[in-house]
């Protein structure tokens, strides 16, 4: 996890602990952040972390998330991965 | 040692060996990608690989070469072309094993660096081959998406039943024979990952046997964050089309820890629907072949095969080695007893004979038992000179001679680390730094490396040759003065000013530009060189190139030696270091005060060394002239040592001298004759540490 700036960049293979504590970490800082970046190479572990940021999203929509925005993912463990969220 | 850490030790050697075969291998690959000959004996080693480190609990190691084998045995059952950049990967993938090998045998937390990169490369790759969709986000972040993605995401309309049905339709059309449809729909209580179940385990074991797996999950009921709790799961549906060789049952096996109200799973049948452009289809992968049936090339069959080789402890083929040597002094010390000698009877000469034969040919084969081919060593070498190549960015060809030469197995392994250091400063020094540099002075572009292994005198030499600009003779004897090396009066040979880059401190930051370098670590390889009792010699012409030489032993067990005799005592000279042996004209022996004794010959000063004064040995002093000279080559240049008489030439097995003869640094160690006495073996660069011949005049 890295935070520059406005930008926040985290890794995609979190584990469950590391996502309550990334959690933790945006619940009282969401307001200042413009973005979050996801880092090159990694590997959705936990459908919580696309929860969290959905989550994210819905509490500040102008919250830039190119990842989520993307709405699915691949991988050569899961294949494709789609995500839908009726907003 | 327990039998497990004895079984573990095994392993560990085996690994070693597997990956080092598999580092020389997969650069022959590079060289040659249709030889899928070749590639399987790649995919039976990361099999082996795999069951071993996953046997004894090396988990990150299994887990990265069991993807790796995926992609392996793709190509090795499809004959399919391997792509350059593919190529590349495979080359990563070794270094990467190398380096987790590493960390597990150390117990390091952490995982080298790439490792998840390179895993994912690899993951990427087979599931491209699998025919699942890729997307590398690296490369199309922040860009919309031509396809089903961009109808899900946010603000997107449709519901999601729609766009499940259109990737059932989707993998309708993909699905062939021995191939199952599944639509999976996981609707997780909420206490799931409490309980320690993630959507994202499941698809992950789905994923393992697929051919294709789409999943979609409905986030519709995640609340924002003052309502958000993280360790509950609010993902109230998943559905994944799964497209995938197994049964139900065994699809159903990856959810029997679920509660049946947590998963259900459909059977799909096949439906003739005309290929569209919704299809999502791997942009890089390639038109399937016809499946390989498994053949005898299965890593089971290889398995199974009788094996033709016993691995035997090098401690145990040393204590034989040195049995036979005590056999072939006994042999020696009854073919050559007085007693025995004029007992005249054929049938004991006869029978002595046989013995001195038989004992000849088990010591030769025991010998072999220790001789490896240098060839496995110059593998290793490829890879040097192409990543040195590309990390310099010379372009170059490398040319190995002599592969087949046979050395001991011993000096094998401490001979890696000087041949990988020379190699790399005859690239990165040797040869000319840009391809117009080269050009210009009429050479071919490309720089030429030359490794070879052969037999001289006795002796094996391997040298590494280039054809870049060559030392500057007049440069380094200047910068050895400067350096306070030599003094500048010395009376040296092309081959003693180019043996000065070696001398610790000649090479430092601020060395000449077209020397820089030249002696960075060549000390370090001298020294190793001379552990192995050999030598390093230089030969070069300036602006045609350079040789650097390693002259060293057939074995270290065995001593090819003269025989000399002084003062009643037999010494050994190692042969190596001969260069001639005469009984000097009185007329080319001088004296100075001072200085010593010394012969004069085709215009060299040589000191003489007279061997019973450094063995303070009491003997009638002669004249040099009325003994014998054995000149020899040391690492401070040539000298003379003065002997009584020549005794011969003989192999003798090397014995270590006790602590107290230890100190003697003058004596490498000792022999027992054929006689039963014992000589000693001279270490001759110690008999005259420093240059001291007069520059000139008598």
Known sequence: MQFDGDVLTIGLDMSMEEIREFEQFIRPRLEYLDTIEIEEGGTLRSSSLLSLLVSLKRTRPELKIPFLERGMTTSGVYGTLHWMCHD | MTKQEQVKAIFIEEAGEIIE?????????????????????????????????????????????????????????????????????????????????????????????????????????????????????????????????????????????????????????????????????????????????????????????????????????????????????????????????QTKDEVAENFEFLFDHEYAITPIEAEEIPQTDEIIVAATAKPKKEAVKPSSDTPTASLNAPKSTIRIDTFKLDELFDSVGELVIAQNFIAQNEEIRSIEDESIRRSIETLSKITKKIQDRVMSLRMVAIRDTFDKMKRVVRDTSKKTGKELHLVVNGEETEIDKTMIDSLSDPLIHIIRNAIDHGLESDNAERVKVGKRAEGTITLRA?????????????????????????????????????????????????????????????????????????????????????????????????????????????????????????????????????????????????ISMRGQHIPVVRLSDVFELSTQRIEPWEGILVCVETEAGRIAIMVDELVGRQQVVIKPLGKSLAKLKEI?????????????????DELRPLIEAPSSGN
């Open chain 2, 454 to 598: 052969f037999h001289k005198s006795g002796s094996i030499v391997i040298s590494v040759s280039d054809d870049g600009r060559g030392i500057n003779k007049e440069k380094v004897f200047n910068k050895a003065i400067e350096r306070g090396i030599i003094t500048g009066d010395e009376n040296l040979t092309d081959s003693q000013i180019f043996g000065l880059i070696m001398q610790p401190g000649f090479s430092t930051a601020d060395t000449i530009s077209d020397l820089s370098g030249r002696g960075v670590g060549l000390d370090v390889v001298k020294t190793s060189i001379e552990k192995l009792r050999g030598k390093i010699e230089i030969e070069s012409k300036e602006g045609q190139g350079t040789t650097f030489s390693m002259v060293l032993p057939l074995t270290l067990a065995i001593i090819d030696g003269m025989l000399v005799q002084t003062a009643g005592e037999i010494y050994i000279i190692p042969t190596l270091s001969v260069v001639e042996s005469f009984r000097p004209e009185r007329e080319i022996v001088h004296a100075l005060k001072g200085q010593g004794e010394f």
């Open chain 2, 668 to 684: 490498t160690g000792g022999a027992i004759l054929g006689s039963g006495d014992i000589a000693l073996i001279l270490n001759v």
């Open chain 2, 21 to 245: 075969k598999l580092d020389i291998d997969i650069l022959r690959f590079e060289e040659n990608s249709s030889d899928f000959d070749l590639l399987n004996e790649i995919f039976r080693g990361v099999h082996t690989l795999k069951g071993n480190a996953n046997a004894f609990g090396f988990t990150r190691l299994g887990e990265f070469v069991h993807h790796f084998e995926d992609v392996l045995d793709h190509y090795r059952s499809t004959k399919e072309d391997v792509e350059e950049h593919h190529l590349e990967l495979f080359v990563g993938s070794v270094d990467i094993i190398k380096e987790v090998m590493t960390c597990e045998l150390d117990v390091l937390p952490d995982l080298p660096d790439g490792y998840a990169e390179c895993l994912e490369k690899i993951k990427v790759l087979i599931a491209s081959k699998k025919n699942i969709p890729i997307l590398v986000v690296v490369e199309t972040a922040g860009e919309p998406l031509p396809d089903l993605a961009s109808e899900f995401g946010f603000g997107c309309p449709e519901q999601m039943e729609d766009v499940v049905e259109k990737s059932i339709h989707s993998h309708q059309a993909m699905k062939e024979e021995g191939l199952n449809l599944y639509r999976i729909d996981l609707t997780l209580d909420s206490d799931s990952y409490k309980r320690g179940f993630d959507h994202l385990v499941f698809l992950n074991l789905l994923g393992e046997k697929a051919k294709s797996l789409e999943s979609f999950f409905d986030m519709e009921n995640v609340k924002m964050l003052d309502q958000f709790a993280g360790d509950e799961n609010a993902i109230t549906r998943v559905s994944a089309i799964l497209l995938t060789p």
